[in-house]
Protein backbone atom coordinates (compact mmCIF):
# COMPACT_ATOMS: atom_id res chain seq x y z
CA UNK A 1 0.00 0.00 0.00
CA UNK A 2 1.27 3.75 -1.25
CA UNK A 3 1.16 6.00 1.25
CA UNK A 4 1.97 9.66 1.03
CA UNK A 5 3.09 12.04 3.53
CA UNK A 6 3.61 15.46 3.42
CA UNK A 7 5.70 18.04 5.37
CA UNK A 8 6.25 21.46 5.43
CA UNK A 9 3.11 23.22 6.48
CA UNK A 10 2.65 25.57 9.40
CA UNK A 11 1.94 29.34 10.51
CA UNK A 12 3.48 32.40 8.64
CA UNK A 13 2.99 35.68 8.08
CA UNK A 14 1.36 37.39 5.09
CA UNK A 15 3.90 37.78 2.88
CA UNK A 16 6.07 35.01 3.78
CA UNK A 17 6.95 31.58 2.10
CA UNK A 18 6.61 28.49 3.00
CA UNK A 19 7.76 24.80 1.42
CA UNK A 20 6.12 21.79 0.70
CA UNK A 21 7.29 18.23 0.64
CA UNK A 22 5.27 15.64 -0.49
CA UNK A 23 6.97 11.51 -0.61
CA UNK A 24 5.94 8.32 -0.74
CA UNK A 25 6.67 6.58 2.99
CA UNK A 26 8.14 3.05 1.34
CA UNK A 27 8.61 1.49 -1.71
CA UNK A 28 9.97 1.73 -5.14
CA UNK A 29 7.34 2.79 -7.78
CA UNK A 30 7.25 5.49 -10.76
CA UNK A 31 4.49 8.13 -10.22
CA UNK A 32 2.48 9.71 -13.13
CA UNK A 33 1.35 13.73 -12.68
CA UNK A 34 1.85 14.84 -9.46
CA UNK A 35 -0.67 17.23 -7.67
CA UNK A 36 -0.94 19.37 -5.00
CA UNK A 37 -4.76 20.40 -3.74
CA UNK A 38 -6.10 22.72 -0.87
CA UNK A 39 -9.40 22.72 1.60
CA UNK A 40 -10.82 25.34 3.69
CA UNK A 41 -13.53 23.89 6.26
CA UNK A 42 -16.70 23.92 4.23
CA UNK A 43 -15.71 24.47 1.26
CA UNK A 44 -14.65 21.32 -1.58
CA UNK A 45 -11.09 20.46 -1.87
CA UNK A 46 -9.40 23.15 -4.93
CA UNK A 47 -6.72 22.26 -7.44
CA UNK A 48 -3.60 24.40 -6.98
CA UNK A 49 -0.85 22.99 -9.21
CA UNK A 50 0.12 19.75 -11.45
CA UNK A 51 3.43 18.31 -13.08
CA UNK A 52 3.91 15.76 -15.21
CA UNK A 53 6.40 13.31 -16.21
CA UNK A 54 7.58 15.61 -18.52
CA UNK A 55 7.85 18.98 -15.91
CA UNK A 56 5.25 20.54 -17.89
CA UNK A 57 3.07 22.77 -14.79
CA UNK A 58 -0.10 24.06 -14.75
CA UNK A 59 -1.74 26.32 -11.77
CA UNK A 60 -4.50 27.97 -10.44
CA UNK A 61 -5.09 31.39 -11.45
CA UNK A 62 -5.37 32.08 -7.93
CA UNK A 63 -1.45 30.83 -7.30
CA UNK A 64 -0.46 31.39 -10.80
CA UNK A 65 3.35 33.50 -10.73
CA UNK A 66 3.37 32.86 -6.89
CA UNK A 67 3.71 29.34 -6.42
CA UNK A 68 5.97 26.50 -7.82
CA UNK A 69 5.73 22.72 -8.19
CA UNK A 70 8.37 20.80 -9.11
CA UNK A 71 9.51 16.71 -8.83
CA UNK A 72 12.13 14.50 -7.61
CA UNK A 73 11.59 11.37 -9.58
CA UNK A 74 14.92 10.15 -8.53
CA UNK A 75 13.00 10.89 -4.59
CA UNK A 76 9.77 10.56 -5.98
CA UNK A 77 8.95 13.51 -4.07
CA UNK A 78 6.49 16.67 -5.05
CA UNK A 79 7.67 20.08 -3.73
CA UNK A 80 5.55 23.15 -3.63
CA UNK A 81 7.33 26.45 -3.05
CA UNK A 82 4.82 29.22 -1.73
CA UNK A 83 5.83 32.81 -2.19
CA UNK A 84 3.94 36.02 -1.47
CA UNK A 85 1.57 34.07 1.08
CA UNK A 86 -2.15 35.94 2.02
CA UNK A 87 -4.19 34.99 4.44
CA UNK A 88 -6.40 32.94 1.49
CA UNK A 89 -4.07 30.62 0.71
CA UNK A 90 -4.75 29.46 4.63
CA UNK A 91 -6.00 26.11 3.92
CA UNK A 92 -4.97 21.91 4.65
CA UNK A 93 -2.46 21.29 1.31
CA UNK A 94 -2.64 18.01 0.40
CA UNK A 95 -0.70 15.86 -2.46
CA UNK A 96 -1.47 13.55 -4.83
CA UNK A 97 0.01 11.07 -7.13
CA UNK A 98 -1.04 9.44 -10.02
CA UNK A 99 0.53 5.86 -9.51
CA UNK A 100 -0.36 2.74 -11.86
CA UNK A 101 -4.01 2.96 -12.32
CA UNK A 102 -4.56 4.44 -8.75
CA UNK A 103 -4.21 8.08 -7.26
CA UNK A 104 -3.04 8.24 -3.63
CA UNK A 105 -3.59 11.31 -1.59
CA UNK A 106 -1.53 12.27 1.53
CA UNK A 107 -3.03 12.54 5.28
CA UNK A 108 -2.60 16.64 4.43
CA UNK A 109 -0.65 19.43 5.99
CA UNK A 110 -2.11 22.78 7.78
CA UNK A 111 -0.71 26.18 6.07
CA UNK A 112 -2.19 29.21 8.05
CA UNK A 113 -1.23 32.76 6.94
CA UNK A 114 -2.07 34.98 9.55
CA UNK A 115 -0.21 38.37 11.49
Known amino acids: QVQLVESGGGLVQPGGSLRLSCGAS????????MYWYRQTPGKQREFVAA???????NYSDSVKGRFTISRDDVQNTVALQMNNLTPADTAVYYC?????????WGQGTQVTVSS
Open 96 to 104: KAGIGFNDY
Open 26 to 33: RGSYRCNT
Open 51 to 57: IATSGRT
